[in-house]
């Protein structure tokens, strides 16, 4: 094995031992909408099972600003993708803040969270664990955001990478794609290389309401997405008009999707992005998880995808595609399905038609979906988990 799994079972008889944790981003971490809230509900469970958290972000600096909004010209006048995010003058910039910052603060460990561009010129002797989903090897030319770089924007996303990596006393991704990755692109130590999935980013009650299906005549699918391109829209567009051409009445309800053009349909309900900072917009999306029969997203690139740990949550069965680390959380015939990458919207359709027919089946997924968010993706198994590393890892000075 390349890399380390942590077994949560074992994070149960993690010791009292409390640490003050240097949260490292540059991002709002209060914001909800920020990475779809894991900062927030990561931070969350850090403060609750690891120690006090000291946060060292947002960050507002004009020349970043400047030259992010040069990299904006440069794509919509000249069509160059100018990758402004893993600017080497940036990653010193931010090395040069938060480096002021951590002085400040009397930490025992620093936390950063897809953060390599911040920590890779972060000068500090405190610990540091870099967290994250995926390296810039693993995105380049596979999201679209990250095609086509200029050759120094790839030269510096890999150098600023490598730093990160390299400086980290702990590495934590989020899957064994991610993993392998650091491990075999970036020549990580393996001994310092967790694997810990993430939480469904989610307030968690004490009981959360699971749907069980009673009809096989209805199917209400939910799409979630901005980037509806990458998240394969067009695909679950076609398999609502496939369902309905079969004659069953299905419906698909699209989350933060500006109507598309080719996709006008009655069968087809676009709704505006849901802010996850207003208490009402939190309140309509768990309604819709809950009043779905399946969450569609047949993805076409995908680090790992919280929405389907969301959707586990509420017992949502997931239909998705087999990319990225996916098929690492949407486990087939416990909580959804990854098909093939290439798999048609036909298949996609016959599967969920097979599935309808029969209810047992179908609830056993809605069954196996909440255990799994129970028992795994959840933030409060992960903060367990982050525990038990640090407390194995970190030594006090």
Same mark, same amino acid.
């Given at each position: 094995?390349?890399?380390?799994?942590?077994n949560?079972?074992t994070?149960?008889? !993690?010791?009292?031992?409390?640490?003050?944790?240097?949260?490292?981003? @540059?991002k709002n971490?209060?914001?909800?909408?920020?990475?779809?809230?894991?900062?927030?509900?990561?931070?969350?469970?850090?403060?609750?099972?690891?120690?006090?958290v /000291?946060?060292?972000?947002p960050?507002?600096?004009?020349?970043?600003?400047?030259i992010k909004?040069?990299?904006?010209?440069?794509n919509?006048? /000249?069509?160059?993708?100018?990758?402004?995010?893993?600017?080497?003058?940036? =990653?010193?910039?931010?090395?040069?803040?938060?480096?002021? !910052?951590?002085?400040?603060?009397?930490?025992?460990?620093?936390f950063?969270?897809?953060? =390599?561009?911040?920590?890779?010129?972060?000068?500090? =002797?405190?610990?540091? #664990?870099?967290?994250t989903?995926?390296t810039?090897? @693993?995105l380049?030319?596979?999201?679209?955001?990250?095609?086509?770089?200029?050759?120094?924007?790839v030269?510096?996303?890999?150098?600023?990478?490598?730093?990160?990596?390299?400086?980290?006393?702990?590495?934590?991704?989020? @899957?064994?794609?991610?993993?392998?990755?650091v491990?075999?692109?970036?020549?990580?130590?393996?001994?310092?290389?967790y694997?810990?999935?993430?939480?469904?980013?989610?307030?968690?009650?004490?009981?959360?309401k699971?749907?069980?299906?009673?009809?096989?005549?209805?199917?209400?699918? !939910?799409? #979630?997405g901005?980037?509806?391109?990458?998240?394969?829209?067009?695909?679950?567009?076609?398999?609502?008009?496939?369902?309905?051409?079969?004659?069953?009445?299905?419906? !698909?309800?699209? #989350?933060?999707?500006?109507?598309?053009?080719?996709?006008?349909?009655?069968?087809?309900?676009?709704?505006?992005?849901?802010?996850?900072?207003?208490?009402?917009?939190?309140?309509? /999306?768990?309604?819709?998880?809950?009043?779905?029969?399946? &969450?569609?997203?047949p993805t076409?690139?995908?680090?790992?995808?919280?929405?389907?740990?969301?959707?586990?949550?509420?017992? &949502?069965?997931?239909?998705? =595609?087999?990319?990225g680390?996916?098929?690492?959380?949407?486990?087939?015939g416990?909580?959804?399905?990854?098909?093939?990458?290439?798999?048609? /919207?036909?298949?996609?359709?016959?599967?969920?038609?097979?599935?309808? $027919?029969?209810?047992?089946?179908?609830n $056993?997924?809605?069954?196996?979906?909440?255990?799994?968010?129970?028992?795994?993706?959840?933030?409060?198994?992960?903060?367990?988990?982050?525990?038990r590393?640090?407390?194995?890892?970190?030594?006090?000075?």
């Amino acid at each position: 094995m390349t890399y380390k799994i942590v077994n949560v079972i074992t994070c149960l008889t !993690l010791n009292l031992m409390r640490y003050k944790v240097a949260y490292l981003t @540059s991002k709002n971490p209060a914001d909800r909408t920020v990475s779809s809230g894991v900062y927030f509900y990561q931070s969350e469970a850090i403060e609750k099972h690891i120690g006090e958290v /000291f946060f060292l972000g947002p960050v507002n600096n004009w020349l970043i600003d400047s030259i992010k909004l040069f990299a904006r010209l440069l794509n919509k006048f /000249f069509g160059i993708n100018y990758k402004a995010t893993h600017n080497i003058i940036v =990653s010193k910039i931010y090395g040069q803040v938060f480096t002021k !910052l951590i002085r400040k603060i009397d930490a025992d460990v620093v936390f950063a969270e897809k953060a =390599s561009v911040e920590l890779a010129y972060l000068k500090t =002797s405190i610990p540091i #664990i870099y967290s994250t989903d995926a390296t810039f090897k @693993s995105l380049l030319n596979y999201y679209p955001d990250f095609s086509d770089l200029l050759k120094h924007c790839v030269y510096w996303g890999n150098n600023i990478e490598q730093k990160a990596i390299d400086k980290a006393r702990i590495v934590i991704c989020a @899957s064994k794609w991610a993993a392998e990755s650091v491990i075999k692109e970036y020549n990580g130590k393996r001994e310092k290389v967790y694997v810990l999935p993430r939480g469904a980013n989610i307030d968690r009650p004490d009981v959360i309401k699971v749907s069980r299906k009673k009809d096989t005549d209805n199917v209400s699918l !939910l799409f #979630i997405g901005r980037d509806w391109k990458r998240k394969g829209f067009d695909i679950a567009c076609n398999v609502v008009r496939y369902l309905n051409l079969k004659g069953y009445s299905a419906k !698909l309800t699209a #989350i933060g999707v500006k109507p598309v053009n080719d996709f006008m349909d009655n069968n087809i309900e676009y709704l505006p992005f849901l802010n996850k900072n207003i208490p009402e917009s939190r309140e309509k /999306f768990q309604k819709l998880m809950v009043d779905s029969d399946f &969450l569609l997203m047949p993805t076409r690139a995908e680090c790992l995808g919280i929405t389907f740990c969301e959707a586990s949550a509420y017992g &949502l069965p997931v239909l998705t =595609s087999n990319t990225g680390g996916v098929s690492e959380i949407v486990i087939n015939g416990l909580n959804g399905y990854a098909l093939d990458y290439d798999a048609s /919207f036909e298949e996609y359709g016959d599967l969920i038609i097979s599935l309808v $027919s029969d209810i047992e089946k179908y609830n $056993s997924l809605v069954d196996g979906a909440h255990t799994l968010y129970n028992e795994k993706l959840n933030w409060d198994e992960w903060g367990k988990s982050l525990h038990r590393i640090i407390v194995d890892n970190i030594k006090e000075n």
